[in-house]
Antibody, heavy 122, light 113 residues
Framework: QVQLVESGGGVVQPGGSLRLSCAAS????????MHWVRQAPGKGLEWVAT????????YYADSVKGRFSISRDNSKNTLFLDMNSLRPEDTALYFC???????????????WGQGTKVIVSS | DVVMTQTPLSLSVTPGQPASISCQSS???????????LYWYLQKPGQSPQLLIY???NRFSGVPDRFSGSGSGTDFTLHISRVEVEDVGVYYC??????????FGQGTRLEIK
């Protein structure tokens, strides 16, 4: 079955960097668009970044543009999120999510990982 | 950005009773392709979100038929015909017509009386 496992979270000082990973299994990773979505403690969901199936199309939320970078290694079935210049407001649980295959212009996020926690604090 | 507004933000329901959650978007979610890109997710306590409904009214695989969605344009509703204890959690609507950025509603917390 589809499995997405995030890792790489931790505690980092403001201005620091982290690399998150999302290991995918149970499906043809190279065929699916992938996303990062975050959830600040006690708050709702916020879309962060998108990668098309081949990494050719990439998009970011304004709140992370210029600081975060999404990438993927289809040979290793892994999605990444490089986070630089971290701020306290980046503290959140970070989920990776698969964009399903469908016949529509855009497709829903149909599978999610359990998330990895990032805490930005001095 | 498309702003998604959910009401109510919380509700308490007796098992077996119906429930509904509204979601209003700041722009029409009807795409020129004729589809409407509105989804519903449920985040159960301690879990990641799970897809319930896609394109307003289509139940995702494995979702019980007590869940249904309706609406058009800018106004949408998630209906639960008979709430069960396992339905506890936070429900989110999400739009993807303007998928840069994708936006979610604030969430509606459902608890059992």
């Amino acid at each position: 079955q589809v499995q997405l496992v995030e890792s790489g979270g931790g505690v980092v000082q403001p201005g620091g960097s982290l690399r998150l990973s999302c290991a995918a299994s149970g499906f043809s990773f190279r065929s699916f668009g992938m996303h990062w979505v975050r959830q600040a403690p006690g708050k709702g969901l916020e879309w962060v970044a998108t990668s098309s199936y081949d990494g050719g199309d990439i998009y970011y939320a304004d709140s992370v543009k210029g600081r975060f970078s999404i990438s993927r290694d289809n040979s290793k079935n892994t999605l990444f999120l490089d986070m630089n210049s971290l701020r306290p407001e980046d503290t959140a649980l970070y989920f990776c999510a698969r964009e399903g295959n469908c016949e529509s212009t855009t497709c829903p996020f149909d599978s999610w990982g359990q998330g990895t926690k990032v805490i930005v604090s001095s | 950005d498309v702003v998604m507004t959910q009401t109510p933000l919380s509700l308490s329901v007796t098992p077996g009773q119906p429930a509904s959650i509204s979601c209003q978007s700041s722009q029409s979610l009807l795409h020129r392709d004729g589809r409407t890109y509105l989804y519903w997710y449920l985040q159960k306590p301690g879990q990641s979100p799970q897809l319930l409904i896609y394109e307003v009214s289509n139940r995702f695989s494995g979702v019980p038929d007590r869940f249904s969605g309706s609406g058009s344009g800018t106004d949408f509703t998630l209906h639960i015909s008979r709430v069960e204890v396992e339905d506890v959690g936070v429900y989110y609507c999400m739009q993807s017509i303007r998928h840069r950025p994708y936006t979610f509603g604030q969430g509606t917390r459902l608890e059992i009386k």
